[in-house]
């Protein structure tokens, strides 16, 4: 069973390849920005609350997110495997994921570091335009992500297989790039 985590800053490409390797290898894809978002549209409490926490570039608190994954990962449709993209992004979030792993004797997690500057990241979360995609949000999304999501791979390093990947270039030479690791 395939278990993995998606990793990188904003804009480097995780939901795309996030789709590609999810159906290459036929396992079950949860991107928590993607469940957040489908909560706005949908005007549940959930999404009431964290629309306006993510148009502003911010985290949505720990709590809520942490038992959102839980749920997903406790779902049965993961029987041949997961990849998980936009989670962890604090460390209270990646500790509390282990507990989980554990719990659920996931135990050949590999995380797959996605890797790209910052101006190219600025330069294409500018031309998707999502409702969060301001100059002014972009900024401070990455400033979060230095300073709350990236410790977390070093946090990492030693317990999981890490792969570090080139988010810069073609699409699907980058996706076999990381599939090559992973079959
Ligand atoms: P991107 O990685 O391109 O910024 P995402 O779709 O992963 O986009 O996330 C969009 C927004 O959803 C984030 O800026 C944040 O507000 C919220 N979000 C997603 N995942 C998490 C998480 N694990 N913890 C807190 N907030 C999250």
């Known amino acids: 069973m395939k278990q993995l985590i998606i990793f990188g800053p904003p804009g480097v490409g995780k939901g ?3 789709e590609l390797i999810a159906e290459k290898l036929n396992i079950a894809h949860f991107s928590t920005g993607q469940i957040l978002r489908d909560a706005v549209s949908n005007k549940t409490d959930l999404g009431n609350k964290a629309k306006v926490i993510m148009d502003s570039g911010a985290l949505v608190p720990d709590d809520i997110m942490i038992g959102i994954v839980k749920d997903a990962l406790s779902s ?3 029987k041949t495997g997961f990849l998980l993209d936009g989670f962890p992004r604090t460390l209270k979030q990646a500790e509390s994921l282990e507990t989980i792993f554990d719990e659920l004797q996931f135990n050949n997690v590999i995380v797959i570091s996605l890797v790209a500057d910052d101006d190219e990241i600025v330069k294409r979360l500018l031309l998707r ?3 969060d995609d301001t100059e002014e949000t972009i900024k401070f999304r990455l400033k ?3 300073e709350q999501t990236s410790p977390i791979l070093a946090h990492y390093d030693g317990n999981y297989t ?3 990947i080139n988010g810069i270039g073609d699409i699907e030479e980058i996706n076999s790039n990381i599939l090559k690791h992973l079959i």
């Open 129 to 131: 335009g999502r409702s």
């Open 162 to 164: 890490i792969i570090e």
């Open 144 to 146: 979060i992500y230095k």
């Open 16 to 18: 795309t390849q996030a």
């Open 76 to 78: 049965p449709d993961i």
